[in-house]
């Protein structure tokens, strides 16, 4: 695997040019994050609904692809004829507020755009740009490991991706019970090991893949929860 992409344009306009693309870029031995590879597609009111998007609404569609563009190495934007659309307009943008290479198959027909990628006219010219870093992009700190963006990237490679949300759930039951199975096992015998810190990992790339798979943060959620619940529980000061 060399990268992993988004793709991002008008899929009213391109859809044939996306499936193109991400064709192109798996043969470049890159994993795509979204839109996962299609048969058939519909729309919703404007919205294009692919079949491997499953049965989730279009808020939770959009809201996946937004967490998979920052998990990617760079953005891909088809659009023919230099068209964006106000969707694929705020992805660019939000592509460059998350430090996000933007990489387009035509020159934008809104000059301000233009200031926010680079035209590449093809999937091999964009990664032969990237790996040349001849790319401006923000500066960021330092990454550190981030497990939710593992957790995509094992689901893209391995085909996990197309799972529902009721098979993850159901995967995350089983799990959730061989955890127990080894907390009662190390009770009975503490000094054999029988695979806690395995099943814990599980359960929680089984969390991760949930949130993937459903546009969520899991971090930014956990750090408002946790601190919603500290405000709640926290223990009071006495004073005096």
């Known amino acids: 695997m060399k990268y992993s992409i988004t793709i991002s344009g008008s899929f009213q306009r391109a859809i044939t040019e996306i499936r193109k693309d991400i064709k192109s870029f798996e043969y470049l031995e890159c994993v795509i994050l979204s839109p996962r590879m299609f048969k058939s597609y519909r729309n919703d009111d404007g919205f294009v609904i692919l079949d491997s998007d499953g049965n989730r609404r279009p808020a939770a569609i959009h809201n996946r692809h937004l967490v998979s563009i920052s998990q990617s190495s760079f953005l891909w934007v088809r659009n023919p004829a230099g068209y964006i659309g106000t969707s694929t307009a705020m992805e660019i943008g939000y592509s460059h507020a998350m430090g996000i290479p933007v990489f387009s198959s035509n020159k934008s027909s809104d000059a301000s755009l ?82 806690i810190q395995e099943e814990l990992a599980d359960c929680a790339i ?8 459903s546009g969520i943060n899991l971090s930014d959620a956990m750090k408002r929860k946790v601190a919603r619940n500290i405000i709640r529980w926290g223990r009071r000061k006495k004073v005096g």
């Open 114 to 195: 233009n200031r926010y990628m680079v035209v590449a006219g093809s999937p091999n010219k964009a990664i032969a740009l990237f790996e040349q870093r001849n790319v401006p992009v923000p500066s960021q700190p330092a990454s550190t490991y981030d497990p939710q963006s593992e957790v995509a990237y094992m689901a893209a490679t391995c085909g996990f991706d197309k799972e529902s949300d009721e098979e993850i759930l159901s995967f995350l039951d089983e799990e959730i019970i061989e955890l127990k199975e080894a907390v009662s096992k190390n009770a009975i015998d503490p000094l054999e090991p029988h695979g």
């Open 206 to 213: 089984y969390l991760y893949h949930f949130a993937n798979q």
